[in-house]
C-alpha cells in the first residue's frame, strides 16, 4: 500500500515550457486535491475534485488546469510556466466524508522551478 | 474571507521544555480543526483533528490540542519536547457544511527548532 504517490520528485523548467504533474493514490479515495507551499503563506488549495471525472477551482487555480480521468490519478498541467510558479506541489486524496471531517493524506511532494 | 492564523512562525526550545503553538481561525459557522506535521523531508501527516464533541484532543507522539469556540482558537501543545519533534507544524480549518467537500484552509505554518 504506497498512499499518495507523486511524480516526479523535483523538475525545472524554462519559463513558457508546460509539464505534467501526476498524483496517485491506491486508497480507494473519491476526493483529491492539489495544493502549493510557499514558505510564510503555508499551502494554498490549486485545484480539487470530488470524484472521477470532476474537477473544480480552489483557491490559486490561475496558470494551472487538472484533469481526473481514473479514480486513482489527479494530474495537474502547467501549460505555460511562469518563475511564480516555483512552488512545492502536494498532492492529497481523502474518502470524502460529508462534512469535511476527513484526514486527508499527502504525497511526498514535488519541488518546481521555473526559470 | 475565512482564514487561519499562527502567530508563531519560528520557535525554538530546548528539549524538555513545554510547547505551545497559537492557532486562530477566522469564520462564524461550525468548523473542523486539523493540526498537520511536516518532518524534515518528508510529506504532511496529521497530529490530530476536533470535530465534535470534548475540546481537547489528544493525537499522536504525545500532542494534544484544545478547541476554544469563544476565543475561535485552537492551539497544540506538548508537556515535554524532544529534538525529533523539529519539524513545520500547521493548522488547517475545514468548514462544516454540504458544500464544503473537505476543502482544507490552512495559517502560515510554524518552524518549531528543538535544541538537543
Not at chain 1, 489527479?74 to 498532492?91: D, I, K, R
Request: proline share 4%; net charge positive; aromatic share 12%.
Amino acid at each position: 500500500n504506497a498512499g499518495v504517490t507523486q511524480t516526479p520528485k523535483f523538475r525545472v523548467l524554462k519559463t513558457g515550457q508546460s509539464m505534467t504533474l501526476l498524483c496517485a493514490q491506491d486508497m480507494n479515495h473519491e476526493y483529491m486535491y492539489w495544493y502549493r507551499q510557499d514558505p510564510g503563506m503555508g499551502l494554498r488549495l490549486i485545484h480539487y475534485s470530488v470524484g472521477e471525472g470532476t474537477t473544480a477551482k480552489g483557491e490559486v487555480p490561475d496558470g494551472y488546469n487538472v484533469s481526473r480521468l481514473k479514480k486513482q490519478n489527479f494530474l495537474l498541467g502547467l501549460e505555460s510556466a511562469a518563475p511564480s510558479q516555483t512552488s512545492v506541489y502536494f498532492c492529497a486524496s481523502s474518502y470524502g466524508a460529508w462534512g469535511g471531517t476527513d484526514t486527508q493524506y499527502f504525497g511526498p511532494g514535488t519541488r518546481l522551478t521555473v526559470l | 474571507a475565512q482564514s487561519v492564523s499562527q502567530h508563531n512562525h519560528h520557535v525554538i526550545l530546548s528539549e524538555a521544555a513545554s510547547l505551545e503553538l497559537g492557532c486562530n481561525y477566522s469564520y462564524g459557522g461550525t468548523v473542523n480543526l486539523f493540526w498537520y506535521v511536516q518532518y524534515p523531508g518528508q510529506h504532511l501527516q496529521l497530529l490530530l483533528k476536533y470535530f465534535s464533541g470534548d475540546p481537547l484532543v489528544k493525537g499522536i507522539k504525545g500532542f494534544e490540542a484544545e478547541f476554544i469556540k469563544s476565543k475561535f482558537s485552537f492551539n497544540l501543545r506538548k508537556p515535554s519536547v524532544q529534538w525529533s519533534d523539529t519539524a513545520e507544524y500547521f493548522c488547517a480549518v475545514t468548514l462544516h457544511g454540504s458544500s464544503n467537500t473537505g476543502k482544507l484552509i490552512f495559517g502560515q505554518g510554524t518552524t518549531l527548532q528543538v535544541k538537543p
